[in-house]
């Protein structure tokens, strides 16, 4: 009712608004004295006063459930703890030599400091390397405590966060632990840092900007803890455009190997975002003596005196004999793409070229890729070779899961 009653007088403001620029004469000088009158009412009745507070807005988003306070539950502590914000928290561990500790737990005081209990409803963390229970003060002393707690103004609890660091890459770590109460929800990061047993030499490998069969080459080494020195071990490279080779078994000394890591001398066009991975080849014996997982990303972009789009042809699942040819658009200058030319990798691939112009003043060759009809079921991959006018060689990659029967399954 109070809002249709703002809007009438509101709406009768406006009108009056509009009879003030009526034109001078005896005719309307009653009604602009009255439109005056309305235009002061409508003022008065829009400001906000002690009886009659402005309108809100009928889509104000609504407010946050629970709103944290510094009067209630917090977290105590020495020089580890460094407090973020009301109800946020960071505790430092330190480092952690996985080798010696592959699991370590850290607890975490914390005190009701308001005037009523707080009903302590759940923990949870972050991810599934981290778990943490609510246990009596002292943690040595204390036992579990049943969810949900009630803490008494004034108490003490513990926050046993455990840390699974074996399942950890070596460096940084940062991890989180939330405690819900109906005082708000409180988080404490752990962080630190994990030293693996195995350790690179650098912490990445950024290659550029290099041109397709240009050699680029970095030489990196691992050290290992003399306690699992005697463990083989691999570096898996989840990217075919870069190769991870050994140097020479016999130069390399106790604890401490080498590998040169490279671009393909074929290599994919475009972005490269690989992930060169340490893992132990030891599969019997104690566990806690295994590598933990480390980890190197390599980037790099591979040019070409044309672009390809899309870098690769990706058939899927298909059935032989009704696969559908993969288009893929080469695009350069004229004088580039009259030089071009292809070469497959397996007398399984069918591929044709036509050329298309292209705006700009430059040209398209729409190479289309397919799989002939014998082409054996199982895992497939190949590549087409294109070659350009100045001699730079690239490969197109061709994959495809083959079988004999139909997709859906029948034969």
């Known amino acids: 009712m109070e809002s249709f009653r703002l809007f009438s007088v509101r709406l009768l403001a406006a009108l009056s608004c509009a009879v003030l620029f009526l034109p001078q004469g005896n005719a309307v000088a009653h009604v602009r004295k009255h439109a005056k009158r309305n235009i002061r009412q409508a003022a008065l009745v829009a400001k906000p006063t002690a009886n009659r507070p402005m309108a809100a807005a009928k889509h104000q988003p609504p407010l946050p459930h629970r709103l944290w306070t510094d009067d209630a539950l917090v977290v105590v502590g020495g020089n580890r703890v460094t407090r973020i914000a009301p109800g946020n928290y960071e505790y430092t561990f330190g480092t952690l030599k996985v080798i010696d500790l592959p699991t370590a737990s850290f607890p975490i005081t914390l005190r009701n400091i308001s005037s009523r209990p707080i009903h302590i409803e759940n923990v949870t963390t972050s991810c599934g390397c981290t778990s943490a229970m609510l246990t009596a003060a002292p943690a040595s002393e204390g036992a579990e405590l049943p969810l ?78 003399a306690r699992v020195a005697s463990i083989p071990f691999r570096i898996l490279s989840d990217d075919a455009n870069v190769i991870v080779r050994p140097v020479d078994p016999s130069t390399a000394s106790a604890g401490h190997r080498e590998f040169d890591v490279s671009i393909a001398e074929l290599p994919r066009l475009g972005q490269v975002n690989a992930t060169l991975t340490l893992l132990s080849d030891d599969d019997v014996g104690d566990k806690n003596r295994d590598y933990s997982p480390s980890y190197i990303p390599v980037t790099a972009e591979i040019v070409a005196d044309v672009q390809a789009m899309p870098t690769e042809a990706v058939f899927g699942l298909v059935r032989a004999g009704q696969t559908s040819p993969v288009e893929v658009r080469l695009t350069g200058s004229s004088i580039d793409i009259s030089g071009l030319s292809f070469e497959t990798g397996s007398p399984y691939i069918v591929c044709t070229a036509a050329n298309r112009r292209a705006s700009g003043g430059r040209r398209q060759v729409i190479l289309s890729i397919g799989l002939t009809a014998d082409v054996p079921a199982g895992s497939f991959s190949s590549h087409v070779l294109v070659t350009t006018r100045s001699g730079v060689r690239f490969a197109i990659p061709v994959s495809a899961t083959v079988t004999k029967l139909d997709v859906g399954g029948a034969p």
């Open 148 to 225: 949900p707690f009630a803490l008494v103004p004034g108490a003490y609890a513990t926050l046993l966060a455990t840390v699974d660091a074996s399942r950890l890459p070596p460096g940084e770590v940062r991890k989180g632990v939330y405690v819900h109460s109906d005082a708000g929800d409180l988080f404490v990061s752990l962080t630190g840092t994990s030293i693996g047993p195995a350790q690179f030499s650098v912490g990445s490998i950024a290659f550029g900007e290099l041109t397709a069969g240009q050699i680029a080459s970095r030489r990196i080494a691992v050290d290992l803890d």
